[in-house]
């Protein structure tokens, strides 16, 4: 386990999810009263499957752990998991069930601190947004939560704190889109966070910001320097075993590329989203990377 959750705080999913899925089949078959540490266990690996792109067995771990909850009245991991589920969901395409999953997931959350279903929870919520196109609403909600999340010190943890930033670079590249006035403002919201996040200086994070640079390099509107950088984010990425993000990046460079050769980039990335049950590759892409076809 300890193995695993190193490996997850340095990016290496792959590596991560191997060890926790032994430390989660040793915790079932050696140990008795082990149950939150194969609650742990497993939030872990649904983490590590998110980043490596594996949306399909996302899930189907994730159905499989909700109904295990069920059965024994685990009221808490459920409430650590429904967060988790509606994310599903939105890559899904069923929103009504994410949004229902949010529902219940921000019922069962305690009002009295800040905790990481909050959390979940936020990034969910965050994620229906984009989803539906709303940049603003997912801006808002982010900009609401950030006190309470600071106070939290969740901030202290590198993989959220780069999610954090990525989500608000997102929201905010969406948001410049339809808001003219606060384009500029926005833009330059997005630089920063951008900023921070090449700041952190490792492999996994640096390749992220590669493919959201592309983003402000496009909306800034400098072509050739955003096709650079996704492609190059595609290849780094891909390196990393983050296929999702890479599908992303090579769906961006595509579109950018356009013609025969852009066309086939295009349908390579969405036939890839596909075959892992994700029904919209341009929102998927949206959500990871901030890009829109549009």
């Known amino acids: 386990y300890s193995r695993g959750v190193v490996d997850w705080g340095r990016g290496q999913w792959g590596a991560a999810l191997t060890a926790l899925d032994l430390a989660e089949a040793s915790y079932r078959n050696d140990c008795v009263g082990a149950g939150w540490e194969i609650l742990a266990a497993q939030l872990f690996s649904l983490g590590s499957l998110s980043y490596l792109g594996r949306f399909d067995e996302l899930r189907r771990r994730l159905t499989r752990i909700a109904d295990e909850a069920r059965a024994r009245d685990d009221r808490l991991t459920l409430q650590w998991v429904f967060g988790w589920q509606a994310i599903g969901d939105i890559l899904h395409g069923d929103l009504t069930a994410a949004k229902q999953g949010i529902a219940n997931a921000r019922a069962r959350l305690p009002e009295d601190r800040y905790t990481l279903p909050h959390l979940f929870v936020l990034c969910a919520s965050t994620c229906a947004s984009l989803y539906a196109g709303d940049g603003r609403s997912a801006l808002a909600r982010l900009a609401r939560e950030w006190p309470s999340i600071k106070r939290s010190q969740l901030l202290r943890l590198q993989v959220y704190r ?62 050739d320097a955003a096709l650079t950088c996704w492609e190059l984010a595609d290849e780094h990425l891909s390196a990393l075993d983050m296929a999702g993000y890479a599908a992303a990046a090579r769906r961006r460079a595509g579109s950018l590329i356009g013609g025969a050769e852009g066309e086939q980039r295009v349908r390579a990335a969405d036939d890839w989203f596909l075959l892992r049950g994700v029904v919209a590759p341009d929102r998927a892409t949206l959500i990871l990377i901030g890009g829109n076809d549009s």
């Open 162 to 223: 780069v999610e954090l930033y990525r989500l608000r670079i997102v929201s905010a590249l969406c948001a410049a889109r339809s808001d003219s006035e606060a384009r500029r403002s926005l833009l330059a919201g997005v630089e920063r966070d951008l900023a921070r996040i090449e700041d952190e200086r490792v492999p996994w994070a640096d390749a992220i910001a590669l493919a959201l640079r592309g983003e402000l390099r496009l909306a800034h509107g400098d072509r």
